[in-house]
């Protein structure tokens, strides 16, 4: 809002206050009798009904012209703080700003700033994009990296995404020496720090006036079409990674500035499978790209209020922090070998072996099977998103996921389904399209089970496809959580490596061409137990035209969800298709299907592991 014409009013009453250490009568004023252009120096008090404002000695309160209330220092006689500090001018380090030993509260207050911008960021992305799978469903995430591509602090966005992005961001360093002011890079690149194709990174460097990188902005979002050999780009029976959909090797978008839309467009409209919805993925990358400034321009506005080398000193040290408290977690753990196997549906064994030690832990993969001829392959950073996600849960105070929580772990992952070949061709490259979403669930379940922590989880995303030619619809379904010692598994929910929304009914059913026929909770398929599993989900979709339908889940053959300390294992999912004639066809885990209007999918989700006996 503008300011109003300044006036200086009148006070209703006069009020004792504390003012610099002593009992002094300074003016009051009732907020609702003052009009726009209210000028009030400090020291003195506001009164509303909700709320009252203490105006200190040197500091003025405005009334602007939309009612809103502005609280302003003035410049005093030897304020040397009164000058902002911009990052092309950064001030020298002050006896106990903070940029060597960090303060309790400066700790707390910069964990909190930093995660707001990250949380603006996702706000912006939101607000700014077009798709159903950004603004309804919030498959999204942002978060904000130190200059050598380190996590900081994110939103509560997702975790499969977060732990990931890193490797991202550092590949763009490795690969792009010239960064420049005004650079913005594209990727999703599964074999540099990407998930699988549909996940789409933008990354922005952040730098000074003087050209010096200070910072990088990074989100990823999950664009329901990037093109395939089936709509969605999750085609459930893809071999190879050219069958997924376009692959973005490290493009740059901007270069100093100046965008290269159109050869983004070029790029996603080529190759064999190009995607069938170009304008959309253009769309959400402007909105990511948008996201990623407004996160730059917070922290510039930051640096200008705590100067560079406190913000980049609190980076360091709410690392640091994540490390002394991941530390402290495994030392409450007692010191010993923790290992267990699981089987995804094709019958690939992930096999994980925990070693604590102190305050360190080895984590080590060996024993999983190779690479499997689909596209259950996940990828080294997957693998270190799931890792970085459980130990983060073995701490128990709320603390920012950053790359502190990695520094006590060493993670072993020799060549296998976790960690494919980078063979260059993307028709030599392995499938990927369902690491990210299932294996990255397994990997969880192993690692808590390993440890006794908790109870399999549904262990899949349950993600379900359909689309034409013209279009392609993407969701993931919620089922049980594994119940734990502290008590039981919440039914409903998206667990471990996902945290997005389903699409609203009214949303989905306006879009698409789809009718929502039945969303419950699925009584009883929580594993029984001293707790109990947490309860999946059914969910029935009606089509109303021919469509392509794709299915890629988890848990629905020989590997039910495991309970823990003789706890019962959680119902296995289950995959029906309903014909029009009546007709009901089981599916397998993974499935493409022609339908036709009036065929209904239910989709019967699986529920949690119980712990202890029941």
């Known amino acids: 809002s503008r300011r109003a014409v300044p006036y200086l009013p009148e006070p209703d009453a006069r009020a004792r206050m504390v003012v610099t250490g002593r009992f002094s009568v300074v003016p009051a004023f009732r907020r609702t009798r003052l009009r ?6 400090g020291p003195a008090v506001i009164g509303e009904t909700v709320a009252t404002t203490v105006v200190d000695p040197g500091w003025t309160a405005a009334v602007l012209s939309g009612g809103e209330l502005l609280l302003e220092r003035e410049a005093l006689a030897g304020d040397t703080d009164a000058e902002p500090r911009g990052p092309e001018r950064p001030s020298a380090p002050r006896a106990g700003d903070g940029t060597s030993v960090s303060n309790p509260v400066d700790l707390e207050i910069f964990n909190n700033r930093f995660f707001g911008i990250a949380e603006q960021m996702g706000i912006t992305l939101r607000n700014t994009s077009g798709s159903v799978n950004v603004k309804e469903r919030l498959d999204f995430s942002c978060a904000i990296f130190t200059s050598a591509g380190n996590l900081v602090v994110n939103a509560p966005h997702i975790p499969v995404h977060l732990g990931a992005m890193s490797e991202t961001v550092k590949c763009v360093i490795a690969d792009n020496p010239d960064l420049g002011p005004g650079d913005v890079f594209v990727t999703n690149d599964p074999y540099r720090g990407g998930s699988h194709l549909p996940d789409i990174t933008v990354v922005t460097p952040v730098h000074d006036r003087d050209g010096r990188l200070l910072f990088f902005t990074a989100s990823r979002a999950h664009h329901a079409e990037v093109g395939g050999i089936s709509p969605g780009s999750m085609p459930p029976f893809s071999r190879n990674l050219a069958e997924e959909g376009v692959l973005i090797r490290n493009f740059r978008l901007f270069h100093r500035g100046r965008g290269r839309f159109d050869e983004l467009r070029s790029l996603l409209s080529g190759g064999p499978h190009p995607s069938r919805a170009v304008e959309d993925n253009v769309s959400d990358v402007a909105a990511q790209v948008a996201a990623n400034r407004r996160g730059a321009a917070d922290l510039i506005r930051l640096i200008e209020e705590r100067s560079l080398p406190v913000v980049q000193a609190y980076m360091e040290h709410i690392q640091a922090a994540a490390e002394a408290k991941m530390r402290r977690a495994l030392e409450s753990l007692e010191d010993g070998r923790y290992e267990l196997a699981d089987h995804l549906d094709d019958g690939s064994a992930i096999h994980s072996t925990v070693e604590i030690s102190g305050a360190r832990a080895r984590i080590d993969f060996t024993g999983t099977d190779p690479v499997v001829p689909g596209n259950l392959n996940a990828n ?13 849960c073995m701490i128990a105070e709320d603390i920012p996921l950053n790359q ?15 960690n494919p070949p980078d063979l260059g061709d993307p028709v030599r490259c392995a499938a990927v399209a369902g690491g990210n979403v299932e294996t990255s669930q397994r990997v969880v379940d192993v690692l808590f089970g390993a440890l006794g922590v908790a109870a399999a989880s549904q262990g899949t995303m349950n993600n379900v496809l359909f689309g034409d030619a013209t279009f392609g619809y993407y969701e993931t379904v919620c089922g049980g959580a594994g119940a734990t010692a502290k008590g039981p598994g919440a039914d409903a929910v998206h667990t471990h490596m996902t945290n997005t929304r389903l699409t609203d009914p009214e949303v989905l059913e306006r879009r698409f061409p789809v009718r929502l026929r039945r969303f419950a909770v699925r009584r009883g398929s929580g594993g029984e137990g001293a707790n109990r599993g947490g309860d999946g989900v059914v969910r029935e ?8 339908l794709s299915l890629l889940t988890q848990r629905r053959g020989d590997w039910p969800p495991y309970g823990l300390a003789g706890g019962q294992p959680g119902s296995i999912g289950r995959n029906i298709l309903v014909r029009t004639n009546g007709e009901r066809e089981v599916l397998g885990w993974a499935t493409h299907r022609a339908v036709f209007a009036g065929d209904r999918l239910v989709l019967e989700t699986p529920g949690g592991g119980g712990y202890g006996r029941p």
């Open 36 to 41: 726009p252009g209210a000028t009030i120096a």
């Open 380 to 392: 080294r950073a997957i693998v270190t998103a799931a890792v970085m996600y459980v130990m983060r």
């Open 404 to 418: 502190g929580v990695l520094a006590p772990i060493e993670i072993v992952l020799p060549q296998c389904l976790l």
């Open 541 to 548: 979709i009606e089509f109303l035209r021919p469509l392509e």
